[in-house]
Structure formats: structure tokens, C-alpha cells
């Protein structure tokens, strides 16, 4: 299959998907200094923009931008290189969220996932006083003394569907509550790049984030919800809490029956945690 034949399936593959985001929304592009940037778009009211980890693309939200967008406009954005984006994986944040920025208006919210979070802590740190509220999910942390598990990020792809599907559903608390539409959306990728795993956690970079030294005031000095699955093995929740008591006007939060994807594994109460978390935190600022 020709490489026009296999984007198309992953476009079919996403339109696919869009019902069960739950909400109307737009697929749209913009023009970035890496290329083409392929976003969804849904509600009104301040921006919120969606970070994915280090596989699939926007459609990792189909259970978190439907809820946020009766609050807020959301903006959920296949990253550079990943999902239907040009550009390189390890781009600059500074090369392409700033397109965005002047696409939708500001950025008022990032809530990233994972290496999503990376980025977003990196845009933070380039842009201090534009981004009004962070939320960080599963961010995975060099933390001393511990070391993630070799087999979270293997080395070579299973190439039948079947085998594919079984390494993924050892990702995940009950792959049952995945819907197919999202598991195909995920396949389609992993043909359109196959030199990615289009399973959790996906790619670190531009993480692992360093744990900050006790007493350091080295994170950006904003409402921070850190949001984490009980069962996440890249981070374990004893790291997030040791980050935690170091940023002490951090919120926490822990899910259970999650191995580090609650956003999926359970929407409900992660939903409830992040818009309950912004629709404070942006009130002040707005």
C-alpha cells in the first residue's frame, strides 16, 4: 500500500472516530514554520489545548474534549510529527504553538499527557505569564534511584493486527472500555509511521522532565493540577508525590484503575478533576 493510500486510511480512520468525541466539532489545519498543523476545535470561552503523550495524535482525547468543550474552547492538536502533522516529533513548541495562538486566540490552559506535559512545561518556560493554568498527566519524571521498565517501549512493532492488539491491551487497565473506533485510529498510525509505537506511554521526549531538587522553585509559578493514574509504571505514583510535596501549591490527584491513561480508563473522574481544576483557575484569570 502506497504511502497516499495509507494516510487517506488513517484520515478515514479518524473521521471514524470523530462521533464519540460526543460533540460537533471542526477539523482544521494551520501553517507553521515545520509544515501543516492538524488540530480539532470545540466549545467557546478561553483556550484550552490538549497535549498528547508521545503516540497516537489528537484523537487520544475522544473522551476529554467533548466534557471540557461545554466549558471552554478546546483546542486538540495532532503534535509535529504525529497523527496527521507535519514536522518532526522532537520539534520546539516555540515553532508551532504560536500558530496556533494566532489561529484561535490565546492560550489560556495546557493540560498535557505525559511527554505532552514536557511540551507544555517547555512552552511555559519560553513563554512565562501567557499561559494561565497548567494540568500534567503521567508526566514521566527522571527521578534518583528508579528506572521505568524496559518493556514499556519495545523495540520492534507486531506486525498483524492481532498481535498488535494484544500488546496494547496489556497497556491498559480493561482495553474493553476502549472503543474499536480508537484502537483502528491507533493501527491506521501505526502504518502511517512506523517507525513510532502507537501505544502507551509512546515517546518521552522532550521528557523525562527532572524531578526538582528539594526547596527548588524551578516550575512556573501557576495554578498546577497533576493528575495521575495509580497504576502508571513509567512514573509510579510515589514519584508524582514526591513532586507534589516539593510544588506544595500543586493539587494532586490519583486514579485508581488506571495504568496511566485516566483520560480513557476513567473519563468521568478525570474530566470532572480537570474542568472543576480550570473553571477555578481560569475564572481568576479571566
Known amino acids: 500500500m502506497g504511502i497516499d493510500a495509507v494516510r487517506a486510511a488513517a484520515e478515514e480512520a479518524l473521521h471514524q472516530l470523530l462521533p464519540r468525541f460526543g460533540v460537533p466539532l471542526e477539523r482544521r489545519v494551520v501553517a507553521t514554520p515545520l509544515g501543516h498543523l492538524h488540530y480539532l476545535v470545540a466549545g467557546a470561552g478561553p483556550c484550552v489545548v490538549l497535549l498528547h503523550a508521545g503516540f497516537g495524535g489528537g484523537g487520544n482525547w475522544y473522551r476529554t474534549l467533548g466534557p471540557l468543550s461545554r466549558h471552554f474552547r478546546v483546542l486538540a492538536p495532532d503534535r509535529p510529527g504525529y497523527g496527521l ?12 504553538l504560536p500558530a496556533l495562538a494566532a489561529a484561535e486566540g ?9 511527554a505532552g506535559g514536557a511540551v507544555a512545561l517547555q512552552y511555559v518556560a519560553a513563554r512565562p505569564g501567557e499561559v494561565r493554568a497548567l494540568v500534567l498527566g503521567d508526566l514521566e519524571l527522571a527521578a534518583p534511584g528508579f528506572t521505568p521498565p524496559p ?12 498481535r498488535w492488539h494484544r500488546g496494547m491491551a496489556t497497556r491498559f487497565a480493561d482495553r474493553r472500555l476502549l472503543a474499536p473506533e480508537y484502537l483502528y485510529y491507533l493501527w491506521c498510525l501505526q502504518q502511517l509511521r512506523p517507525e513510532q509505537v502507537q501505544w502507551p506511554p509512546g515517546d518521552a521526549a522532550p521528557g523525562p522532565v527532572p524531578l526538582p531538587g528539594a526547596g527548588a522553585r524551578t516550575w512556573p509559578p501557576l495554578p498546577l493540577l497533576l493528575i495521575w493514574g495509580r497504576g502508571n509504571r513509567w512514573t509510579p505514583p510515589g514519584i508524582a508525590r ?18 496511566g491513561m485516566p483520560q480513557l480508563e476513567q473519563p468521568g473522574e478525570y474530566n470532572y478533576a480537570v ?4 473553571r477555578r483557575a481560569l475564572a481568576e484569570a479571566f
Open 275 to 278: 474542568i472543576n481544576f480550570l
Open 151 to 162: 518493556d514499556l517501549r519495545p523495540t520492534a512493532v507486531p506486525a498483524s493486527l492481532a
Open 106 to 114: 490565546p492560550l489560556a490552559a495546557l493540560v498535557g499527557h505525559v
Open 85 to 96: 502533522s507535519a514536522g518532526a516529533p522532537d520539534a520546539d513548541p516555540m515553532h508551532w
Open 242 to 259: 514526591d513532586l507534589h510535596a516539593r510544588i506544595p501549591d500543586a493539587r494532586l490527584v490519583v486514579i485508581e484503575h488506571s495504568k
